[in-house]
């Protein structure tokens, strides 16, 4: 109770209320029943002014992204955790492609090849190759989408010392290693014969 307290009231502990005689746990009646009030309160102008957009739930990012960042996300460490979440991403996928020879944009850029494995250049398949647009066009992507985060997102991370991120610009980055993580994990590893 107390922690849900922590989070809605931050004062709760401190803050001066007329102390109720004789009551045990005085403070803690009296902060409930006004975080009650609070929250019921803010589900009503969310309901009735609220935006109607989506909101992103980060516990339903891919888990090679959520399950790697959520404590450096819960203390705070936005920039941090957008770092994790491309370390875990590169990870998962050089074991995916059993190869550690590279790493990141390259690595992926290459399994997400539309040309044929050859041997130690496994690739990623996220279809079959009919012969028309869409293998292109998907491999094609998919290999710049991960050549773009790497080199826009996880690179200037990495490489400069720059404030935090803000919570919502750190989100949108890790929903875009998570789009690349269900890319990776879902498509089939196709081998050199």
Not at 36 to 42: C, D, P, S, V, Y
Not at 84 to 103: P, T, W
Not at 112 to 124: E, M, V
Request: aromatic share 6%; charged share 25%; glycine share 6%.
């Amino acid at each position: 109770m107390e922690q849900i307290l922590d989070r809605v009231l931050p004062d709760w502990r401190s803050v001066e209320w007329e102390e109720a005689k004789r009551q045990p746990m005085w403070r803690h009646r009296e902060a409930a029943h006004r975080a009650i009030a609070l929250l019921e309160a803010e589900q009503e102008l969310q309901e009735n002014l609220g935006s109607g957009a989506p909101q992103l739930d980060a516990s339903t990012l891919h888990s090679w992204v959520w399950g790697s960042v959520q404590g450096l996300w819960s203390s705070g460490h936005f920039r941090e955790a957008v770092g994790a979440a491309a370390r875990a991403v590169n990870a998962q996928a050089q074991a995916k492609l059993e190869r550690r020879d590279a790493s990141e944009a390259k690595l992926l850029s290459d399994a997400f090849s539309t040309n044929p494995p050859t041997p130690g250049h496994p690739r990623l398949r996220l279809c079959e190759n009919d012969g028309g647009d869409t293998f292109k066009n998907r491999h094609d992507g998919a290999g710049n989408f991960a050549r773009g985060v790497y080199a826009a997102i996880r690179n200037p991370i990495a490489h400069e010392e720059d404030e935090e991120l803000e919570e919502n610009e750190a989100l949108e980055q890790l929903a875009a290693f998570s789009i690349l993580a269900r890319w990776v994990d879902s498509a089939a590893v196709v081998k050199a014969s």
